[in-house]
């Protein structure tokens, strides 16, 4: 019964009435203006994040020092 009356109402869309309601879809693109700038924001922010993320990581590898005298002793241990 549901989808009799989905048929019927789907059949009694009026065509040029989808067209006007798809021309206007088509006049409210977003300018080329914005696009740009939604790009290059995004670009800025992957960036960020990048540089940031690289400084992080050498930062807190080197604030570790129990985990290089790991690494030493193991080395040592190795060669022996």
Known sequence: MKNEKLARAISDI????????HG??????????KKLTAVAACFIAVL?????WHRITAVGIESLPLECRCTVWISQN???
């Not at 009026?14 to 309601?21: C, V």
């Open 14 to 21: 009026d065509d040029e009435l989808i067209e006007e309601a």
């Open 24 to 33: 206007d879809m088509l006049r409210r693109r977003m300018p080329l203006a």
């Open 48 to 52: 960020f994040t990048a540089v940031v």
């Open 78 to 80: 190795a060669v022996r």
